[in-house]
């Protein structure tokens, strides 16, 4: 643990003032909803609680719909009405698609050059994209590997408007998912000690507000309210920081450091606590209070026993479901209310795990190409199935839709019904 982690945690949060071109090949017609939406990371809701609907009973097996190649990365396909919508890499460009749900055919694709040189120490992870696509109002919002924000029709893979790429990264590259807020999409743009949390038009990709206190960190930002007002909360390069949605307004901050900058956690909410967490940190919840115009934090509770990383937990009625890297990867429930451990398996279930859930299921595709189904059961892990999903390297977050489940492997899109 990082002494400065704890010591951290002991601290109330520190106060702030409040105050191009494309290649589009067949058009398709405007899709049609057929099911639940799956349009963004983690999902409708950002935060892996699934809304389509989930077997009473689970199959011996899952039945394969389809399979196409699309490209390298790692980067989340996202379901609205009849399209998947999946983002990846070949050569040197990144080509963004839009397939069918029923079939997989490709419906239309957008592709722009997006050169990018790996760093030596995220070689395995390959050169991306990683970022997770946002579908709302008929349009496709993407964030390549090297920062190139575009938006598209979602009909026919028309660009919209694009913002080109940053002249600094991230050490690791883009990762950050943006989010639409109404009629904004919000992206952290730049890199390593030079970035800016930026609120968009998502019409026109006119900037309305901008943050620019600190770099981008690699997990993604959600929006929150307390205090009764909506904020924009982020783990940025070496913060984690509160923005008033409506104006960018920075009205607390405080020191979030993980080693190599790897904060790669997004935060979760149960009722007025944040959930918040990283490599080397305790899982920690706090509870933001604002009196007299000033914000402050009161740290609610630690749990140094399962620490999070690349994996952001889900939380089902008053238990988070997550996985510690701890024991090569052990799936963990933890009482959101006291941060007390419920339960936790023996280990090596895998380096990463996206964790999803309703509230009789517990559902983690891990990074063996594994879709682990459990209950969610806050007394006791109670494993029903487990079936093989990819023969390849899955670190994408599936996509939950209309009785099938989507995942993006090393370099296809495999869609299985259950």
Same mark, same amino acid.
């Given at each position: ?5 704890? @010591?951290?945690?002991? =601290? ?18 405007? $899709?049609?909803?057929?099911?639940? %939406?799956? $349009? ?19 199959? !011996? ?24 919508? /999946?983002? @990846? ?6 080509? /963004? ?12 694709? @957008? ?52 913002? $080109? ?13 943006? *989010? ?12 390593? #000690? ?5 609120? +968009? ?38 913060? *984690? ?14 020191? +979030? ?22 490599? %080397? ?9 604002? !009196? ?58 895998? !380096? ?20 682990? =189904? ?7 892990? %109670? #494993? ?8 390849? @390297? ?18 296809? /899109?495999?869609?299985?019904? +259950?």
């Amino acid at each position: 643990m990082h002494r400065r982690a704890l @010591a951290v945690l002991a =601290v109330l949060i520190a106060l702030a003032p409040a105050g191009g071109g494309g290649m589009v090949s067949q058009a398709g017609q405007t $899709p049609v909803a057929t099911g639940a %939406d799956w $349009p963004q990371w983690r999902g409708t809701t950002r935060d892996g609680v699934i809304g389509a609907a989930l077997p009473a009973q689970w199959p !011996e097996a899952l039945e394969k719909r389809w399979e196409i190649t699309v490209g390298t990365g790692h980067a989340s396909p996202v379901v609205s009405g009849n399209r998947v919508v /999946v983002i @990846a890499r070949e050569g040197d460009q990144e080509i /963004v698609r839009a397939l069918d749900a029923a079939s997989g055919r490709e419906i239309w694709r @957008a592709a722009y050059a997006a050169p990018y040189e790996v760093n030596p120490a995220a070689r395995s992870h390959g050169p991306g994209p990683k970022s997770t696509p946002a579908i709302a109002d008929g349009r496709v919002f993407t964030f390549g590997i090297a920062g190139v924000l575009s938006a598209f029709d979602l009909a026919s893979g028309k660009l919209l408007w694009r913002i $080109p790429a940053p002249d600094v990264l991230p050490d690791y590259g883009t990762t950050t998912s943006p *989010l639409v807020d109404g009629t904004s999409v919000i992206a952290h743009l730049g890199g390593h #000690e030079k970035g800016a949390l930026t609120s +968009f038009d998502a019409a026109t990709g006119q900037p309305r507000w901008q943050w620019d206190g600190d770099g981008p960190g690699y997990g993604s930002p959600i929006i929150a309210t307390f205090g009764g007002l909506r904020q924009v909360i982020a783990q940025t390069q070496k913060l *984690l920081v509160g923005l008033d949605a409506s104006n960018g307004t920075l009205l607390w901050q405080m020191p +979030f450091t993980t080693e190599f900058d790897q904060n790669a956690f997004t935060p979760v909410v149960f009722q007025d606590l944040l959930i918040f967490g990283g490599i %080397d940190w305790p899982l920690t919840a706090i509870r933001l209070k604002r !009196e007299d115009g000033k914000w402050t934090g009161e740290t609610v509770w630690t749990n140094v026993q399962t620490p999070m990383f690349m994996s952001s937990p889900v939380l089902i009625g008053g238990t988070i479901y997550g996985l510690t890297y701890r024991g090569r990867g052990q799936f963990v429930a933890i009482d959101a209310g006291s941060g007390k451990t419920l339960w936790n398996t023996q280990g090596r279930e895998g !380096e990463n795990a996206s964790m999803m859930g309703s509230p009789a299921w517990l559902l983690a595709s891990t990074t063996d190409g594994y879709l682990v =189904v459990a209950r969610a059961d806050p007394r006791k892990y %109670d #494993e029903v199935r487990r079936y093989q999903i990819a023969q390849s @390297a899955l670190w994408a977050h599936p996509a939950l839709t209309d009785r099938s489940i989507i995942v993006k492997d090393v370099d296809k /899109v495999i869609c299985w019904r +259950f």
